[in-house]
């Protein structure tokens, strides 16, 4: 007969370590519960009852406040005027838990979630509050979290909204949720952002916003000043301002004037002729869309669009040039395209229209002379497929050209 060995050595040591899994569903037992409750939080007209061990050995602020009682056997009363009753719930679960779903919840009550975090320093849901917010962020709850982000210093947050807003800035500099955000956070969005979005377009979000806001109108003039205005024309400024009377007519017209002369001498002219490729890193040209920002500083990757959306590739030169031609090198396949300029990100003329066209590798297009800030690429072959461009080129050239397509 043969017996099984058990090493007994193992075993007792096995048994000796144990672990009551319903430790914690009882602990959690206890959030909201009477039973030897000795702290209560009044929040509108609802009382919350609590336990001072459980909230002081889990929050440094909660411990300093209850060392300080006299009568530790007398039941305190703690009376909160911020934020919801939703949040501080969710709170004291996280509390007594360790566990909070942000999934289902608004953005308002995840705020103020992150508020009660900062409030009594719970490092550790502090943390899983701007991971959720950084994950979320979108081009419709954007500004409500740049709010929130602003309002308690979070700067990685607010790197990540404002990036956001440059990546969808159309969309967002029209929404309704715009004119919510707070004085602070739009002083970020000029300063940060409006270097990457058309002069016009920021302009007229701000207008909007100041409309909205007419509480904050003692930092209208400072506000407008991150906005190049020299570059937009004097009838649309005047439109936009005069009949709403935001700001006093005489501190609007010298911020345009100083920004006049504080200008460098090539964009007092009207236009310039440049002397070469416009595309390179001295002109701090931008893309808009269609590819990284700062790709014509650093030429990394490509330039490229989906067909069939409402996506192209846009670029900002920064100023008004006279061009007449562009060389771009296309990915390879077969390609169609057309390309659109403007001087105002409004009013756009196309120049070039090799919509119907089968084109391949280099494309070198001449256009008569045309004054040009924006440009603007829009790819319709490959249908469905992606329209890449491996390099642009923009330039004004004085030899006689043959033009294929004339857009007059």
């Not at 919510?180 to 000029?190: G, I």
């Not at 904050?216 to 570059?231: G, R, Y």
């Not at 070039?352 to 045309?370: E, M, P």
């Not at 690429?377 to 490959?382: V, Y």
Request: hydrophobic share 40%; aromatic share 10%; with cysteine.
């Amino acid at each position: 007969m043969q017996f099984e060995i058990i090493d007994n050595r193992q075993t007792a040591a096995t048994m000796s370590k144990v672990q009551d899994t319903s430790l914690l569903t009882q602990f959690a037992n206890l959030l909201l519960n009477e039973s030897y409750s000795d702290v209560v939080f009044h929040i509108g007209g609802d009382n919350l009852p609590a336990h001072k061990v459980v909230l002081a050995q889990r929050s440094p602020v909660f411990n300093a406040m209850f060392l300080q009682e006299d009568d530790e056997t007398k039941k305190r009363s703690i009376t909160l005027t911020e934020p919801s009753l939703e949040a501080f719930k969710l709170f004291l679960q996280f509390v007594y838990t360790g566990v909070i779903d942000f999934e289902p919840l608004e953005i308002d009550i995840v705020l103020g979630v992150f508020q009660l975090a900062i409030t009594y320093q719970m490092s550790q849901l502090e943390g899983l509050t701007v991971n959720h917010l950084d994950s979320i962020v979108n081009a419709q709850n954007v500004c409500d979290i740049l709010n929130g982000a602003i309002k308690f210093e979070q700067e990685t947050l607010i790197a990540h909204c404002l990036e956001q807003v440059k990546s969808d800035f159309s969309k967002i500099l029209n929404s309704e949720n715009f004119k919510k955000l707070s004085t602070k956070a739009v002083k970020h969005v000029l300063k940060d952002v409006a270097l990457h979005v058309p002069d016009l377009i920021t302009f007229r979000a701000f207008v909007e916003w100041m409309k909205a806001n007419p509480s904050e109108s003692t930092h209208f003039p400072e506000l407008l000043k991150h906005i190049k205005l020299d570059s937009i024309a004097l009838f649309e400024l005047i439109n936009a301002v005069r009949p709403s009377k935001l700001i006093d007519a005489n501190d609007f017209m010298d911020i345009v004037y100083q920004q006049s002369i504080a200008s460098t001498p090539i964009c007092k002219k009207q236009f310039d002729y440049p002397d070469g490729n416009v595309l390179t890193p001295k002109n701090d040209v931008r893309v808009i869309s269609g590819g990284a920002s700062a790709f014509f500083i650093n030429p990394t990757g490509t330039l490229k669009h989906r067909i069939g959306s409402y996506e192209n590739i846009t670029i900002d030169l920064k100023r008004r040039y006279i061009l007449n031609s562009f060389v771009m090198k296309l990915a390879p396949g077969d390609k169609s395209y057309y390309i659109d300029v403007s001087t105002d990100y409004e009013h756009w003329i196309r120049i070039i229209d090799y919509s119907k066209y089968t084109c391949r590798s280099t494309q070198k297009l001449h256009f008569n002379d045309r004054a040009v800030r924006y440009l603007r690429i829009s790819g319709t072959a490959p249908t469905n497929g992606i329209f890449e461009i491996m390099r642009l080129e923009a330039s004004y050239t004085e030899k006689n050209c043959v033009f294929p397509f004339r857009a007059e």
